[in-house]
Every structure is written in structure tokens, then in C-alpha cells.
């Protein structure tokens, strides 16, 4: 089992930042991928940002030049800045983890563990 804790959500105006962490407990293998996922209330879940162990990340097209996510492995961490921040990007974001992963997954189908979430709002 591995546990995920996300933190840093909040309210912020838009053009805002925020850091999102999410830290990673249990039976975490050195192999893996984890991803940021996102909700509106009424809208399908969908992935933000998609990052493997060894660093390759994949970026949606929504976020993409504004989030930047980053691992530290010693600390099972996984960050995710999110700067230039739009109304549209309010939603409950959540962290998902898989492990002895080769393939960067963006299904999340694929990520078998998941955090609570973290709301983020940004107004207008």
C-alpha cells in the first residue's frame, strides 16, 4: 500500500501562484510514475501533469508553460508549482501514484493509489 498526503491548496486571485506537494508513504518502490489530476464540480477528472522517476514529465495542454512539477526522491516528495493561475483552473486536485512503472501512464485507470485532494479556487 503507499500513501499519498496532498497540502498547499487554497484561494488565490487570478495571475496568482500556488504550490501543490503531495508526499508519498508506504511501499514505494525506486521505479515509478505519479501524476497530478484535477476536478471541477460537474466536469470528468483530468490529468495535469504526468512525471516518472527518472524525470520525464508530460504537461497538459491547459497548463502547460505555467505548472511546473518537480520530484525529490530522497523525500518521496512530488511538487507541483502552478503560476499564472486562471478562474478555469479551480478544481480539487489530486495526486496519484503507480508503481514499478516504465511507461508514463495518463489514464487514471492507471494509478492505482490516490491522495484525498487539495482544493485550489482562483477567482477572477
Known amino acids: 500500500q503507499v500513501q499519498l498526503v496532498e497540502s498547499g491548496g487554497g484561494s488565490v486571485q487570478g495571475g496568482g501562484s500556488l504550490r501543490l506537494s503531495c508526499v508519498a508513504s508506504?511501499?514505494?518502490?525506486?521505479?515509478?510514475?505519479m501524476g497530478w489530476f484535477r476536478q471541477a464540480p460537474g466536469k470528468e477528472r483530468e490529468g495535469v501533469v504526468f512525471?516518472?522517476?527518472?524525470?520525464?514529465?508530460i504537461y497538459s495542454d491547459s497548463v502547460k508553460g505555467r505548472f511546473t512539477v518537480s520530484q525529490d526522491n530522497a523525500k518521496n516528495t512530488l511538487t507541483l508549482l502552478m503560476n499564472s493561475l486562471k478562474p478555469e483552473d479551480t478544481a480539487m486536485y489530486y495526486c496519484?501514484?503507480?508503481?514499478?512503472?516504465?511507461?508514463?501512464?495518463?489514464?487514471?485507470?492507471?494509478?492505482?493509489?490516490w491522495g484525498q485532494g487539495t482544493q485550489v479556487t482562483v477567482s477572477s
Open positions: 496519484a501514484y503507480r508503481g514499478f512503472c516504465f511507461t508514463i501512464p495518463q489514464s487514471s485507470n492507471e494509478y492505482p493509489y
Open positions: 508506504g511501499y514505494t518502490t525506486n521505479t515509478y510514475c
Open positions: 512525471i516518472s522517476s527518472h524525470g520525464a514529465a
